[in-house]
Each structure stands twice: as C-alpha cells, then as structure tokens.
C-alpha cells in the first residue's frame, strides 16, 4: 500500500483511468504515510473525512469517464489557502481557530477538478520566513538529514515540500513571494513553479505581499507540475490581477525538444561566497541543457544586485497593510484585556501576543518605509529598482533569450536552529536567486538537479518569459530529464 | 449659448476688536455615491438595514478576500465630474490610506491620493440676483466609507456596524474660494442640486450621504487678492479643518463660531495652529481634535490589489451624451423661454421635479403666469402640509386647466384660487367643475349693465360723490362684483360702471 503515495500525479492519473487503481486506495496510502510522519511536521490540520469522501467522488467521475487530471489526486495544502471550514491560519497564532466560510479559488478549482486534500501544510507565519521556523506550529522537517542533524525543508512552503518529498502526498500547493515554492523545492530535491504574477488567482489565499504573491505547484515532476498548474491557473474576475489570458495545454508543450532555443547565463547571478558545487552545477545544468540542443548565451541583468534590499522594502511595506486586518475585532486572536484597557490597548496586546517576532520585524520595517518623510526614500526608490529589475529582464527576452538558467539557491538545506542566531539578512540571502522574478513577475521553476558534497538535494531554476510557463515547463522537462535526478531521502520519520 | 453674467459676491468681513478680517473657507464634500453596490464589493448600500447585515467577506476584510472596483461607481463618478465641468483622467489609481480604528476593517481605506479620477471643475454659486461666487474644484475621489462604531449602547463594550463600510464615497475638494459662512452653504446647496440633477448622490444630509469638512482660515482685508494673483498660500493663514459636518446650519455656524476664535487668538498677539477641530452643535463651539503633531501616518501607497483604473474617452463621450440638462443651463432657458425672473427660475430649479412640474404646466401657456401659480399657490399650500411636489394631489394637467380658465377669461383671479382649493381637496377637472357649480366669470355686458345701472339707481348720493371724485368709482365696481357673486368680469364691470357715471 505505501507505495501508492509515491505515485506522480500523471503515473496515479493514467492508473486511475486503467482501473488499476482507485483514489480511495490511493488516498488512504497517502493518510497512512501522513499519520506516521509527525516527526516531519508537515500536515498541521489532517483532513481524512474529507479526503477519503473526495477520493470516493473522483472515483465515480473516473468511473464514468469524466476524469479531469488532477481526479483523484491526493494534495497536501499550504495552510495560506483558505479552506472552507477547515482551520486556515497561515501558521499564525493570530488566526488561531480561524475556519473560513468560503473557498480559495485555487482550491476550489483543484476540488472542482477533482482532487482530494489531506490536510493543510505547515509553513512560515505569514509565509515570511526562509525556514519553515517561523511556524507557529513549530518547524517543518526535511525528510533529508546528514547524520542526526535535523535540516529546514526551506520556507515558506517548508511543509508542502516535506511532505512531497517524503511522498505523503502526490504533490502539494505553495506559494511564492520571494522564493517561496523554488527555494523549499530545492532543498528537497522537488520541483517547484512559480507562475506569471496574474495566472492563478490570489482570492482567498491569505496575503503577504499582494504584487509579488503567486500560488503555484509543488510536484515530484516537472511533468505533475504542467497538470496541476492546469487545474490551478486561469482567470478569477474575484481577482482584479488575475489575467484574462486563454491557458495553453501545458502538459502538450512537454515535448523535451529545445532545439535552437536560447539559454541566458547571468552574469550578475555569479555571487562571492558562492559554494563551488553550486557553481558547478549551474554550469553543467547549462551543459545539459547545451546538449539537448539549446543555445547557450552569456546575457547581463545588471540591476540584479538591488533586487533584494528592494524586495524587502516593498514586501514588507504590503504585509503592514495586509495584516493591519488582524486587530482582534471580527475573527482570531483577541487578548484578554485589563480593566481600563481601551481599543489601543486592544490593538497592542492581540498584535503582540498573536503575531511572532519574524512578522513583527516585517511589520514595522513596512510601517518605518511608508512613513512620511521615509516614503521616497525607500518605498519609492524600491518601486523604481523594481521597474529597472522589470526592464532587464525584457530586455533580455527582447534579445531573443527564451529562459534563463540560475542557481535556484546559494547553498543546500541548512540545520534547524542554525540561523536563530543570525543577522536576518543572512536569512533573507536565501532569496537572492529567486526574487528577481516576483519583482518582475515573471514565471521560475525550480529542478532537482544534482546532490552536494554531502548527499543533499540542489536545484537549477530556469526563469520564463511571462505567459509562457508552456514553454519554459518543456526547457524544465528537458534539465530534469538529462538530469535524471532520481534520489530520495532515506526514510527516518 | 449659456450666457450667465454675474458680478462677485462681496466677502464677509468680521469686526474683530481691533481690525476687519475676512474669511478664506475650502471645502471637502463627502458624497455618497447612489448604487445598488458598494465601491468593491456586491453587498448593497441599502439604509436603515439590520446592523451587519450588508456585508461582504471583503467588506469584513476576512482574509485572502480581494477588491473588485464596481464599475457603475466609476461611471458616477465621471458623470459628477463631468457635471462640475471638470477635467476626467482616463488614467486613475487607487492607494491605501493607513490607520486602525474598529470600524475600518482593512486598516486601511482605499482611496485615490496620487491619481483621482477627476480633475479641476467648477461650481458657480448664486449669492442673489446676478451675484455669484465661482468656486474652483481641485478634484474629485473615489474612496471606500467606513463603518459605525456605537459606543452607547453598552457600559463596558462598543459596538460596531459594517454596513455603511465600503459604500463608494466622492470626495469633492474645493480651493480656497468660498469667502463667508453663507457661501459655504450656498456651496453646499449648489453642489447638492447639481447631484441630485445628476443621479450621482441623493444628498441626504440627515442620513450622512452628504457630509462636509470645512477649512477655515482668516486674513486681513487685501491679503486674498495677493493669494489669487499668486497663489501662494503664504498669504493667507493658518488654517483648521472642521470634520464632519451634515447640516447647513451647523456648517455656518461652525465657521462663524471658528473665524470668531481664531480672530480673538490673532489679536491676542497669539497664532492659529493647524488642527482638525470638531463642532459641537449643542454648544455652538468647536473643539480640538487632534493637532498637527498628533496628525496621523496614513502611510498612503498604491493599493497592491487592484490595477490602475484606465477608462476609454468613447466612453467617457457616451456618459458626456446622456447627462441631464444642469440647474444653470435650466435656469437660463426658463429665463429665456418662458421671461421669468431669476428668483422664479431659481426656485423652479431647485430641483428636478419642480422644474418638470413647471414645465408641464408652462407648456403652451404664459410662462409667467404658470410660474406665479406653481410657486405661489402650489408650493404655498403643498408646503402647508409639509408635502413635496411628488405628492401633489394636482397634475400639472389640472393646474394647466385652471390656468387656461383664467386665460380664457372664464375665470377671475379669485374665482381661480377657489377653484384651485376645490381642485386640491377634492380632485376633478377644473372645467367641469367650473361649469357645473357656476362659477363662470359673467363677460356678458347686458347682464352687467343691468346690475349697475340697478346699483346706481339705489345710490343716488354716491352717484354725485363718484362724479365729484372719481376714485369712489370702486365702490360701485364692488357693489356689482358682489352682486354677481364674485363672478362678473372685473374689467367688463370697470368699463360700464366708468360710462355710466360718465366718467
């Protein structure tokens, strides 16, 4: 039965279709991996009730020949997604208890399509975080482990790729700000997609940062993530960023021929201090990429270096404003108030109480940029790094770049507790690679590509031009393939 | 051609105890936008509703919920703009105006700081008969209103109601142009008419549709002119704002009451410091609020999301087409057409439901004798019973009836108001009436001769006393008009009663 779990999407789809195989067999696999891996930390609420009645309704769509791609397919979801009635607290105390009554338009489209959830995913408080450790339910384990040390499975999707890494789950939905499906992705050794800002609609997906937030899938392959970004994406009139744009068959553009398509190295991703593994693997994964046919080019996005002191003015300076909402009045967390105690009070000791000190941070570096007097100095100047990020970008495409290849991170998963002591801005490194492409909105996908010196997952990332994650899915298609990235963490949970 | 000559009111002057001082006023209308739905979400803008009730998830700010602009509000708010003669921008944004209070739910307000929708306009405000005051609009908003915290209703907790929050608000900021407390008003009023006229806000002031903050400053006589040469607010002084304010009365006397006081710190050898003050109405005073240093951060910045807002000027056109003739383009045709004065015309604008009465009343008849009848009898005895035009129990079908009676001559002047009477009360066609219970005006001269050479007879000594003084020839007249019960031709009996006295 374990063995189910470790299905792809697109090997449980085509076994459903066959009568190999049902969704019910397939999901309570899934329940029983996940019950047996609370030492990962990955599945905060489980849902079997649910589950197992959405696995019986996909096996009667199977049954009668009306089986969408994801039918049937059990998903582990982040707990940023709003899930009707279903605990949705973005891993904060402050949202503690909180069931929404309505439907996230991504889940609800997964749903509509037939996918099952299991249970919602652990993550960063507020998805701010780089290791899971934000958590207010505590960390999310990476199934990879050196020895006895306990290493982050990345954030702030950290419990959407624990849990398909260690095949709890058949995939599982992320979300992305700054890196925060690439970055988890790569540290366990999966696949992550970060669509084009506008694809998949942000409605009832709690905010950190509108402009730069996209949801995207988190798949043991590139080929599941051209299925259940399918299902995922599209426009949502809820959504007034939401892009009305027709959606290309993206599991058809998998075709693993890249003849003559033209590959931009960056220069400027170069960084000092870089690990040399790091470095070599970039350069082979060009190689590879050379040898599927591929054109390789040096190409030069020079803003590169302001891209993350300007992501982390204006992320922030949107989550000040997107959270001001959790003051205790209509849902959550509300302290318990002293006699005398008046609405200031109020505000002070539920904020303080419900929200940790990584958010917090967040919070008042936003207020400190949009104050008056500081607003030109930082939000403004921010905007118009990112318009010159924006601008290198096109420029590149412009010159007929098809995707550009990057390191996905600076380094492999680090031990838990490792950067508690940190400087945050060494934390915040983790997105150096990765942020870039929300400031542009730009779609990135994050490939298992090879493993360090000490047996841990790293990843590539190709970045797209914008709508066409079609294209820039079959570029993945042929890295991961020439790749062949098979390895799987040794069981220990 | 709308041809509108006017000269400029004078500014009102306050005697301090030392000098003159004039008043320098701005304004910022609070309007509240007429639709169905509020400004970004479909929950619906209905008053009076049980607390709560018209909420939507994004109005609650529940999380992960998003704005979605409503695109009728747009619509009203370009046709505002276009009905204060004002500059549309085909290119508008909305940010996030920061703060916490309980009845804002965001903790933040979506407004439009950096690009509203409209631009500069204009409001020409009648002071009396061609006196206005041209006051300048700087711009119009879209903005989110918020909800209603109740604190009285409970010792220990306050409460609040999220219904109004969200409903589409215009913000209608003037400059520096209203120079006296009843200017302000005529402001207001005007502003007011041009709306209802539009569709774009019922100005229901009692319900806070129509809300007010008034920026008051004063100046030594001399010192505006230099300002409106310039522009240079350095000439003027130091300002406060008072905030929300929804009647005309309190409006004027929250201005007279601040000039006054700020007069009295000037002479003092003191200064004004700039703050948001409040008027307390029970009192006639107004009180700080909040200075300049505890002004609020509002930390504004373009709202994430939602899309700059980007309208097409065919469209812009099609709005353009279908507005509804304006109060002053009204007034000047009723003067023109129809020979009123520009009291009459003033009062038949007042609002569009007057002027449609009247129209249909005018229509085909003498003008002027349409406008005294509606304004005089109707008006008077509609306001009688506090009733408004809507509820006229007689058509302008029915008033035009009477009208026509009188011009026909079948009628006097005092036949007619009777018959009006009868009309009100009890309904009816006014012909038919008059037909049937005699009250036709007697024109036939036999008949009238008849009755004076009767009423001559029986008065020989008044006869001597009229040939020695003419003027006495009245009581004759009256003699015959109450012979005939009121119904003898007045005009008639005064031609005969002349000749027979030989006069």
Not at chain 1, 143 to 171: E, H, N
Request: charge should be negative; include cysteine.
């Amino acid at each position: 039965m374990s063995e189910l779990s470790k299905l792809t999407i697109a090997e449980a789809r085509d076994a459903m279709r066959k009568g190999d195989v049902t969704s019910v067999e397939i999901t309570e696999a899934c329940l029983a991996e996940v019950n047996a891996a609370d030492a990962l930390g990955a599945f905060v609420h489980k849902t079997p009730e649910i589950a197992l009645d959405q696995a019986r309704a996909a096996d009667a769509r199977i049954k009668a020949g009306d089986a969408p791609g994801m039918c049937g397919i059990p998903l582990g979801i982040k707990d940023l997604f709003c899930t009707k009635g279903v605990d949705s607290q973005a891993a904060s105390n402050i949202l503690k208890g909180f069931k929404p009554e309505y439907e996230s338009t991504v889940t609800s489209q997964l749903f509509g399509a037939g996918a099952v959830m299991l249970g919602k995913l652990n993550m960063d408080e507020f998805a701010m975080g780089s290791s899971n450790e934000t958590s207010a339910y505590g960390n999310a384990v990476n199934p990879w482990k050196i020895d006895d040390r306990q290493l982050t499975p990345g954030g702030s999707s950290g419990g959407s790729a624990s849990a398909v890494a260690a095949d709890l789950c058949l995939a599982a939905t992320g979300t992305d700000t700054g890196g925060s499906i690439r970055q988890p992705a790569a540290f366990t050794g999966i696949v992550g997609l970060k669509p084009t800002y506008g694809r998949v609609s942000r409605w009832g997906t709690i905010a950190f940062a509108s402009s730069l937030d996209q949801a995207g899938p988190m798949t043991k392959t590139v080929r599941d993530a051209a299925i259940m970004l399918q299902a995922m994406s599209g426009h949502d009139p809820k959504d007034s960023t939401s892009a009305d744009l027709p959606l290309p068959d993206f599991e058809a553009a998998l075709t693993g021929d890249i003849k003559g398509k033209k590959i931009g190295i960056p220069r400027e991703y170069r960084m000092d201090g870089m690990p040399e593994e790091i470095e070599t693997l970039w350069h082979e994964g060009a190689e590879m990429l050379r040898a599927a046919g591929a054109e390789i080019v040096d190409i030069s996005l020079p803003h590169t270096k302001y891209a993350l002191p300007a992501y982390y003015v204006i992320a922030p300076a949107e989550a000040s404003s997107n959270l001001a909402r959790y003051d205790g009045v209509r849902y959550g967390h509300r302290a318990k108030l002293a006699a005398g105690d008046g609405i200031v009070q109020m505000y002070e000791k539920t904020r303080a109480e419900g929200f940790g000190h990584e958010v917090q941070r967040r919070v008042m570096i936003g207020t400190y940029v949009l104050s008056a007097g500081f607003y030109d100095a930082y939000y403004n100047r921010a905007r118009k790094v990112r318009a010159l990020i924006k601008r290198d970008f096109d420029q590149a495409f412009a010159a007929g770049v098809d995707a550009i290849l990057t390191p996905a991170t600076p380094s492999s998963a680090f031990g838990l507790g490792e950067m508690a002591e940190a400087d945050p801005v060494q934390m915040y490194l983790n997105d150096v690679f990765t942020v870039t492409v929300n400031l542009a909105g730009l779609p990135g996908i994050s490939v298992p590509a090879g493993l360090d010196s000490q047996g841990l997952p790293l990843g590539l990332q190709l970045i797209g031009r914008p709508w066409a994650e079609d294209d820039l899915l079959n570029t993945a298609y042929a890295l991961e393939s020439a790749a062949g990235f098979v390895s799987k963490p040794a069981k220990w949970w | 051609m709308l041809d509108l000559t006017y000269t400029a009111p004078a500014p009102k002057v306050i005697a301090g105890a030392k000098d003159d001082w004039e008043l320098v006023i701005g304004m910022e209308i609070h309007a509240q936008v007429s639709s169905n739905a509020k400004l970004f979400s479909g929950a619906s803008t209905t008053f009076g509703a049980e607390p709560n009730s018209n909420v939507a998830f994004v109005d609650a700010a529940m999380p992960g919920m998003l704005p979605v602009i409503n695109e009728y509000c747009v619509e009203q708010a370009v046709r505002t703009g276009l009905g204060l003669k004002a500059e549309i921008n085909l290119f508008s944004a909305f940010d996030r105006k920061n703060y916490f209070y309980p009845d804002l739910p965001q903790g933040y307000q979506i407004s439009q700081l950096y690009h509203p929708i409209v631009g500069e306009g204009e409001v020409l405000v009648e002071m009396g008969p061609g006196v206005a005051r041209l006051v300048r609009i700087e711009r119009i908003h879209l903005e989110q209103d918020a909800g209603k915290s109740i604190h009285d209703m409970d010792p220990n907790m306050s409460f609040v109601d999220l219904n109004r929050t969200g409903v589409a608000l215009m913000e209608i900021v003037s400059r520096p142009d209203i120079r006296g407390p009843e200017e302000a008003a005529a402001y207001v009023t005007k502003l007011r008419q041009i709306l209802r006229y539009l569709g774009t806000c019922d100005g229901n002031m009692q319900n806070g549709n129509l809300r007010a903050d008034v920026n008051v400053s004063v100046c030594r006589p001399g010192a505006y002119e230099k300002y409106q040469a310039t522009q240079d607010f350095g000439h003027l002084g130091t300002r406060c704002e008072i905030k929300n304010m929804n009647s005309m009365r309190f409006i004027q006397q929250a201005i007279e009451y601040e000039a006054r006081r700020q007069i009295a710190i000037l002479e003092d050898g003191g200064s004004v410091v700039q703050e948001t003050r409040l008027y307390d109405p029970d009192k006639g005073e107004t009180r700080s609020m909040r200075s300049k240093e505890e002004a609020h951060d509002y930390r504004y910045f373009p709202c994430p999301d939602l899309l700059p807002l980007e309208i097409e000027q065919g469209w812009v056109d099609d709005i353009a087409a279908s507005l509804p003739e304006l109060p002053d383009e009204k007034k000047a045709r009723f003067m023109g057409d129809f020979g009123l004065t520009d009291y009459d015309a003033s009062v038949l604008t007042a609002d569009t439901a007057n002027a449609a009465y009247f129209e249909a009343v005018a229509e085909g008849r003498d003008g002027k004798l349409a406008a005294n009848w509606v304004i005089n009898e109707l008006f008077g005895r509609l306001k009688k019973e506090d009733h408004d035009i809507s509820e006229s129990p007689v058509s302008p079908a029915q008033l035009g009836g009477i009208i026509d009676l009188i011009t026909k001559g079948d009628i006097s002047g005092k036949i007619a108001k009777d018959l009006f009477e009868i009309v009100y009360t009890e309904g009816g066609d006014p012909a038919q009436i008059v037909e049937a219970r005699g009250m036709k005006q007697v024109t036939d001269t036999g008949a009238i001769e008849a009755a004076v050479d009767d009423i001559i007879a029986a008065n020989p000594a008044q006869v001597e006393k009229a040939k020695a003084n003419p003027k006495l020839a009245g009581w004759f007249v009256g003699q015959v008009m109450k012979a005939t019960g009121g119904k003898a031709n007045p005009k008639a009996v005064n031609d005969i009663v002349s000749a027979k006295l030989g006069l």
